[in-house]
């Protein structure tokens, strides 16, 4: 077969897979888009220690060579992205900081979603909506608190945070105590 015969029938190939429907768009309401998820990072992991996973929602490509193993081990210097489940194992926890400034300590055998994550250190309609499911968290408020609506749900109820470092502990079972840390003033 000539190149000729074989170009043709590429072309011919490629018109007739351009005239079938995606399956993508079979997979989508139109009344209801899916969500355009960032590539640009929102954070990043300052400690690590034991087990923790983060499971990015959106394929990410950051190397030519991306492990397949479900269970790689975090470590320090990984990057958080808008869409991301933070999980540590029994032994493990986890220091966190957003673009923003705001940071979260993370305890053993938690979780945690990062559902919304909008700065511009220029603007002030930044938001944050961070989910905390399971687990013990230490958290510092950053600018999005001060310059938009920083937000953090758990199992029990939704806080609007305006710059404060609340704990929250959230039991197997759903039980959930808050409490705010104190800053002792300087004498």
């Given at each position: ?128 909506l961070i989910s905390l499911v ?54």
């Open positions: 077969m000539g190149a000729r015969a074989v170009g043709l029938l590429a072309g011919v190939y490629l018109c007739a897979i351009s005239l079938l429907p995606s399956m993508a768009w079979g997979q989508t309401d139109p009344a209801h888009p899916p969500a355009v998820l960032d590539a640009k990072p929102i954070g990043k992991v300052l400690t690590a220690t034991g087990p923790a996973h983060i499971e990015h929602a959106a394929a990410i490509i950051v190397e030519a060579k991306l492990s397949t193993d479900s269970a790689v081990q975090t470590k320090v210097g990984d990057l958080i992205y808008r869409g991301d489940i933070i999980q540590t194992g029994v032994d493990g926890s986890l220091g966190i900081t957003f673009a923003d400034g705001s940071s979260f300590n993370v305890s053993p055998n938690a979780r945690m979603e990062v559902d919304e994550f909008v700065y511009d250190p220029k603007g002030n309609s930044n938001s944050s399971k687990g013990t968290f230490t958290f510092i408020a950053g600018e999005v608190a001060h310059t938009g609506d920083m937000k953090v749900d758990t199992p029990v109820a939704t806080m609007g945070i305006r710059g404060t470092a609340p704990r929250v502990e959230i039991s197997e079972d759903g039980t959930t105590k808050f409490t705010t840390l104190i800053e002792q003033t300087k004498k």
